[in-house]
């Protein structure tokens, strides 16, 4: 896995010829593009999110930190700032490592992990890299993905 910062420019434009990802954008634990933030500075290629990227809360409040969203959109949107972006590999399955990322234990471990400050907790990309996972077979990886990704489906159309 590849993770990596967005893009420093100023997301804060309610408007704008780039969209760009905030902390908002990832608070319900999707990619809200009603919640996108805005920038007229050019991002590098880069920064252009990919189906499947994670993106990780590491600048927040400590109830905050560790928050994920995974990327499912065609649209142009790029990686923006106080938010990591998990690229899977071709080995592992992004929606059986989003799933994992969403548990207890992984978020009680970036709680205990975080460097706190008065108002504000961080992980940076060196600390995150330490985060173990289990990993079963990519066939694996990829069954459970779908079926918890189908359960979520299922949910949202219920609720």
Known sequence: MTISSGFTGDATLQDG????????TISDSYVNENKLGYANENPQKKHL???GDIL????????HIGKV???QSDANIYHGINLLRLSTHKEHCPFFIFYQLNTTIKKQWAETHANQAVSQASINQTVLSKQTFTLPTLPEQTAIGDFFRKLDNLIKLHS
């Open 17 to 24: 010829k780039y969209k760009l990802t905030r902390i908002e």
């Open 49 to 51: 999110l990919n189906k």
């Open 56 to 63: 990780y809360s590491n600048i927040n409040s400590i109830s």
């Open 69 to 71: 969203a995974i990327f």
